[in-house]
């Protein structure tokens, strides 16, 4: 009898399989500030290329997640915005790329290094778990990347949209939505 059960659960383990988590979707997301009474703008982006290696649990998954942001598929569903933001802001100082990587994920909190400009910053965000699925917010400071030639220009290219006031903290936002998957 021993052997028997033994043999199934042996049986069944085959079956099984291993299981890893893998991301299914995700999204990033920007909001900027402008005018005295700090407005938000938000927006995305079109083109952002994703890397994580599939784990056995979420925090696997995501720790070391590294991301790829092409600045000129700057979204804000305003195309003239948009061709300002690139103009005026990006490539001002020739920034045509942002990463990002996880570098690690508590409970309620992940360390990110946000590379722009050529700096690279760990950004403390809030991480808010959905099942084992992921919403982190956090907010980053122009003059930690040395990107203030980039805010003055925008902010001459919308003085008065802006009310002559463009604010230099930006609040960063993704959700990672994972699926398990066994062989």
């Known amino acids: 009898?021993?052997?028997?059960?033994?043999?199934?659960?042996?049986?069944?383990?085959?079956?099984?399989?291993?299981?890893t988590y893998r991301v299914m979707d995700f999204e990033i997301g920007w909001e900027a500030y402008k005018t005295p009474a700090k407005i938000g703008v938000d927006g995305t982006f079109g083109n952002i290329k994703l890397s994580a290696m599939p784990d056995k649990t979420v925090k696997g998954l995501l720790e070391g997640a590294k991301v790829?942001?092409?600045?000129?598929s700057v979204?804000?569903?305003?195309?003239?915005?948009?061709?300002?933001?690139?103009?005026?802001?990006?490539?001002?100082?020739?920034?045509?790329t942002i990463a990002a990587e996880i570098k690690s994920l508590g409970k309620s909190f992940a360390n990110v290094d946000i590379t722009m400009n050529g700096i690279t910053k760990t950004v403390p965000m809030k991480l808010e778990f959905d099942g084992d699925d992921v919403e982190a917010e956090g907010y980053i400071d122009l003059a930690d990347f040395e990107m203030l030639p980039s805010?003055?220009?925008?902010?001459?290219?919308?003085?008065?949209?802006?009310k002559g006031k463009t604010w230099q903290d930006i609040r960063l936002q993704f959700e990672i939505k994972t699926m398990e998957k066994c062989k």
């Open 1 to 19: 009898m021993r052997r028997f059960i033994a043999t199934m659960i042996a049986a069944i383990s085959l079956f099984a399989g291993e299981c």
């Open 68 to 72: 790829v942001i092409d600045t000129g």
């Open 75 to 96: 979204n804000s569903k305003n195309s003239s915005r948009d061709a300002k933001l690139i103009k005026a802001f990006f490539n001002v100082q020739g920034v045509h």
């Open 151 to 162: 805010l003055r220009s925008i902010n001459k290219a919308c003085y008065d949209l802006h």
